[in-house]
């Protein structure tokens, strides 16, 4: 599939800010749903072969998602996520972090803040992600969530060294 | 878990980034560097600690004297972390893609 829709992503180290612009070919109803129902997170959020679980999920200001990656061996690394501010159909927030499986977060988190809007047919989510720390990004990579990133990684270094060997 | 200096956390201070800067042009001793800050020699000293603690810096004897040079390697790192958080939310927009497709179908 080729898609020319918008990937904007920024980093202010500075600040420890991230900026993300993604456009998605869909109105905007659903795609606040992919970003708001269990039942549809769950279906993209986890990098495959990873799948992703939700325990809970209570949708509102105050409440929580309680939810899992799934390694392809079984192994459960879990985060939970605390709604702090919902505007329908334009604008949530919540704190984000790590967590044991008895539901107890690792703080520091991280701090999302998403909005939300459509031209025609099209809708821009907007993401600013405050407080990521490169402790917790490195915790996702060592997830195993770009191990066929890691590969291509591994491939360009041995092909670095033999080019460097022939010349 | 160990704890450890958040790389990020050495890099948002402004003192701390000049130092960077100041020392990516030549490797400079903690006298040199603490001369060119309006803040005491011991508020630079613990700058210069954090930025080594996170190997952000590196100290080098040279004679009596100890210069500080950039770290470039640690500073490509960061670059190299930052670069592998993009490439997993861009899969997984990908994947929100392909799950928004599917949804529109079933719609139809």
């Known amino acids: 599939m080729i898609n020319n829709l ?16 993604r456009e998605f070919d869909a109105d905007l109803s659903l795609v606040w749903d992919a970003f708001t129902r269990a039942e549809i997170l769950d279906q993209w959020v986890a990098p495959k072969p990873w799948t992703s679980k939700t325990k809970f ?5 105050g409440g929580r998602r309680f939810y899992a990656m799934v390694s392809p061996e079984g192994q459960e690394r879990w985060a939970i996520q605390k709604y702090t501010s919902i505007s329908p159909k334009t604008n949530f927030k919540y704190q984000n972090a790590f967590a044991d499986k008895d539901e107890n ?7 999302w803040d998403l909005t939300f809007s ?50 | ?15 701390r980034r000049a130092i960077l800067l100041l020392i990516a042009a030549h490797s400079m001793t903690p006298n040199a560097i603490a001369e060119e800050f309006h803040t005491s020699r011991q508020a630079v000293s613990r700058h210069i600690q954090i930025l080594t603690e996170c190997e952000l810096v590196k100290p080098e004897q040279k004679g009596r004297e100890i210069y500080y040079h950039i770290n470039i390697n ?14 997993i939310l861009e899969t997984q927009f990908n994947q929100l893609d392909k799950v928004l497709s599917t949804i529109k179908k079933q719609k139809k």
């Open chain 1, 6 to 21: 918008l990937f904007d992503f920024t980093v202010d180290k500075a600040t420890k800010t991230v900026f993300i612009t």
């Open chain 1, 57 to 61: 999920m209570d949708f509102k200001v």
């Open chain 1, 105 to 111: 977060p690792e703080l520091p988190g991280s701090d």
């Open chain 1, 118 to 167: 459509e031209q025609n047919g099209t809708t821009t989510v907007s993401i600013t992600i405050y407080n990521e720390s490169l402790a917790r990004m490195e915790k996702l990579i060592e997830m195993g969530f770009t191990e066929g990133f890691k590969m291509s990684m591994n491939n360009l270094e041995n092909l670095l060294a033999t080019l460097s060997e022939r010349a």
């Open chain 2, 1 to 15: 878990m160990e704890t450890r200096r958040d790389v990020f956390q050495a890099i948002a201070d402004p003192t």
């Open chain 2, 74 to 87: 640690k500073m490509k790192e960061i670059d190299k972390w930052i670069e592998q958080f993009k490439k």
